[in-house]
């Protein structure tokens, strides 16, 4: 089936009042432009209204990116950041919304950089700035910024995102630990709650999959214990008489 009939039958979706997402239409052009075959791994389930996992870290579903793009509410003009970009799907939404060089993404995971630089080209947003970077010190060179999106879960807002705010900008993450609320953050204080989410913990630098593990402790505490279960291989042999045996 032709992608651009799919991508109307998802927003249209979004837009039922049985789930009734989207309701702007801004948000809702950009959604039907935006190819999600890119970003996902299998392209016969791209526009399906889930989420998925790709290369540790999860592609949103419609609904779920949808919810984002109403609360951040982005005007034609704004600049953009996106903090853990993943793979890259909703700053090119972002991208659509504003346009491509007024939208920067950062990721912490060197891997996920690379592959969000990728997709992006490949849906036709290769002016997207895609870096590496720890998500709580967003990225000072390119600041302030009309609008950001934290895509990770934080107990209170990082101080640097919202220092990186223009004036009468607004920050929208999940805010919570265990249970978390999708919130607006203007002038450092929270303005609007658009109910429960359910996102992964914002990673600090060293916490990547791709990395190397910051706690020493616990990274030698597993290598002891691998070359211990090594000594022991073949300790149950010793007490064998091998010579009297038949």
């Known amino acids: 089936m032709d992608p651009a009939v799919l991508r109307d039958d998802m927003v249209d979706s979004l837009e039922h009042e049985a789930k009734a997402v989207v309701s702007s239409e801004r948000i809702s052009a950009a959604m039907r432009s935006v190819p999600r075959e890119p970003f996902v791994e299998d392209e016969s389930v791209a526009y399906a209204d889930r ?25 034609p003009d704004d600049t953009v950041l996106v903090v ?43 002016g997207v700035l895609v870096d590496r970077r720890d998500g709580a010190r967003g ?23 919202v220092e990186q705010l223009a004036p009468e900008g607004r920050l929208v993450m999940p805010l919570g630990s265990g249970g978390q609320e999708l919130v607006a953050i203007e002038d450092g204080e929270r303005v609007t709650e658009y109910g429960t989410v359910a996102f992964h ?40 008489d091998w010579d009297g045996r038949a």
Request: overall charge negative; glycine content about 6%; proline content about 5%.
């Open 139 to 161: 990225l000072a060179e390119y600041a302030p910024y009309d609008r950001i999106l934290l895509e990770a879960a934080a107990i209170e807002p990082p101080r640097a995102l």
């Open 84 to 126: 853990g970009s993943g793979v890259g799907y909703t700053a090119a939404v972002l991208a659509e919304l504003t346009d491509e060089a007024n939208v920067h993404a950062i990721d912490i995971t060197r891997r996920l950089v690379y592959e969000a630089r990728s997709n992006l080209a490949s849906a036709g947003y290769p």
């Open 201 to 240: 913990p914002m990673l600090v630098e060293g916490e990547q999959a791709d990395t190397i593990e910051r706690n020493r402790t616990r990274r030698e505490d597993r290598e002891h214990a691998r070359r211990a279960a090594e000594r022991r291989k073949g300790w149950e042999q010793s007490w064998i």
């Open 51 to 75: 989420s998925f996992e790709r290369l540790g870290t999860r592609v949103l579903s419609p609904s779920a990116a949808g919810r984002l793009f109403e609360a951040l509410a982005p005007q």
